[in-house]
């Protein structure tokens, strides 16, 4: 599970195979009050440990191992890394791939430190906001993991709209069982109210709702 940790600067990773390249960047980030680093190429940014601090990578698209735009596709997993590409030779149908990929921002060589650094800005509020979301929805996890298998069934036929008497019938228990479950699954998740229960459910996903 990665979540934000206090007092540790952001991450510019840097991937880049020119290497004056990478050393005015890593300047540039510095002076920032950034954290760089460097990588002459993807697969040994791929290599590198993955660190649960808010960060974005300034990719180059035309990589001697795997390009840019694979690269991306490889981290296509990990939300909390917005990728800003940076290329020598911008063209349209790469610019559109990259930003339909979702990357945050295409630029071509040569481009102010300014737009760079507002780019990397951006992009380190995205990843610091991703980082919290997937924090709290680990929290949500380990809260669901703790109820019991009846407490689960209780809970998806509940956040479902069905009645105490409802889920009684369904699961062959009294009302006041059903009562009882629903009230431990309410302590279980701290869910101050019903609509809190949906929305905890909702973000879980088909597992907390029963469906498939």
Do not use: W
């Amino acid at each position: 599970m990665l979540s934000a940790t206090p007092n540790i600067k952001p991450i510019v990773y840097v991937v880049d195979d020119d290497v004056s390249v990478r050393e005015s960047l890593e300047l540039l980030i510095i002076e920032a009050g950034f954290r760089p680093v460097m990588f002459a190429g993807a697969q040994q940014f791929l290599d590198h440990p993955e660190e649960p601090v808010p960060s974005c990578l300034v990719l180059d698209v035309g990589l001697p191992d795997l390009n840019g735009l694979e690269l991306q596709r490889r981290l296509a997993g990990r939300p909390s890394l917005p990728i800003i590409f940076i290329t020598g030779r911008g063209d349209i149908p790469t610019t559109v791939h990259a930003m339909k990929a979702g990357a945050v921002e295409f630029m071509t060589k040569p481009f102010g430190p300014e737009e760079l650094l507002a780019a990397i800005g951006d992009a380190i509020e995205r990843s610091r906001a991703s980082l919290a979301h997937e924090a709290d929805l680990q929290i949500l996890r380990e809260r669901y993991e703790s109820l019991t298998a009846r407490e689960r069934q209780v809970m998806a036929l509940v956040v479902r709209g069905q009645l105490n008497k409802q889920v009684a019938f369904e699961l062959g228990l009294t009302e006041i069982t059903v009562k009882v479950h629903r009230g431990r699954v309410m302590r279980k998740m701290k869910a101050s109210s019903l609509a809190d229960a949906v929305n905890m459910a909702a973000r879980l996903g088909n597992t907390a709702t029963g469906k498939r």
